[in-house]
């Protein structure tokens, strides 16, 4: 891990309650039908633990550990999730779980692959606390492949600069297209892909979508990032963020974000 990692999107009010809408239903129906009452499930990169809180829901009296490598992040979370009593947080990063080989039946993770610099390092370590038979799920965006209309010239300018950012922060934001060169990379053959998208448009989503991100543009997480690195100059950022509540607000407006999504047999 030759390049240091940092979150591109930080810990900031706008991000964590974006994060806070996804749900098993939104970010995991790929995976649903795995789901039955007594399982053990590990979530990694629970972020505000919203999926956590769901999983938890579907599987008791199973038990689901929940685990970020913010301790900030998973106060929230756990606060949030007061009174799921089969519901645990502990916070690690994805390289070295503290949980023995073969502990959980699902191992899952949402977002999470693209933000690490050795993502099959990640993958292994998820199979190995994964017991014979269980399953790996992993779910990533592919930021080069987002779609949009109108193509408004700052929403490219913002693609073009999120990328160059998350990738100097060590990650892949085009994760989706990668992901079952990873798990090949990682030895883990049985293998099952899936895709599937977001889709924001006028009446149905986008003004929520468009105006999320014009804040989070600017939110110091990731403005100051893309100002420290020469990326970007302030005026530049304010731009972006203007070009998003222009799409927000336009009519017209559609905005896809593709997933690619697999299910791993241990």
Known sequence: MSTPERYTHGYTESVLTSHSRRTVENSFAYGRHLLRPGLTVLDL?????????????????????AVDIDAGVLARAQEKASGVSNLWFVQAGAYQLAFPDATFDLSHAHQVLQHLSDPVAALRELARVTRPGGTVAVRDADYGALSWYPELP???????????????????PDAGRHLLSWAHTAGLGQVEVH????????????????RSWARRVEDPAFADQAVSLGLASASDVTELSEAWLAWADDPDAIFVVPHTELLITC
Do not use: M
């Open 195 to 210: 895709t599937s998208t977001w889709t924001f448009s006028a009446g149905d989503g986008a003004a929520w979508w468009g």
């Open 45 to 65: 990169g629970c972020g505000p633990g919203t999926i956590s809180v769901d999983l938890a829901s579907r599987v008791a009296p199973g038990q689901v550990v």
């Open 154 to 172: 700052g929403l490219e300018k913002w693609r073009v600069l999120y990328r160059t950012v998350a990738r100097a922060n060590g990650g892949e």
